[in-house]
Nanobody, 114 residues
Framework: VQLQASGGGLVQAGGSLRLSCKAS????????MSWYRQAPGKQRELVAS???????NYVDSVNGRFTISRDNAKNTVNLQMNSLKPEDSAAYYC?????????WGQGTQVTVSS
């Protein structure tokens, strides 16, 4: 299983970024796909997840600002991030669980300047 994340960068507060994660080596359409983030000195936290049926879940701090979506035809999960805040700055990781094993993408850095 491989997860390849992209789309991070530097943006001013109030701006937007779109992260993408392309998965391979698994039956993508059956998997829950998630985005986590980890800021320096902090624990990794779940940001958003989407089930195979399209049910989404968000951490309270991003609800209404971030949108997770999936394209099963392209084996891709996306995270649209709007109204970004400096506290959203972190390394963002794509995640899935397959055959009882957790898999992580390589992480993509998001930096929001004030």
């Amino acid at each position: 299983v491989q997860l390849q994340a992209s789309g991070g960068g530097l943006v001013q507060a109030g701006g937007s970024l779109r992260l993408s994660c392309k998965a391979s080596g698994l039956n993508f359409r059956l998997n829950i796909m998630s985005w986590y983030r980890q800021a320096p000195g902090k624990q990794r936290e779940l940001v958003a997840s989407i089930t195979s049926g399209g049910i989404t879940n968000y951490v309270d701090s991003v609800n209404g600002r971030f949108t997770i979506s999936r394209d099963n035809a392209k084996n891709t999960v996306n995270l649209q991030m709007n109204s970004l805040k400096p506290e959203d700055s972190a390394a963002y990781y794509c995640n899935t669980r397959w055959m009882a094993v957790n898999y992580w993408g390589q992480g993509t850095q998001v930096t929001v300047s004030s």
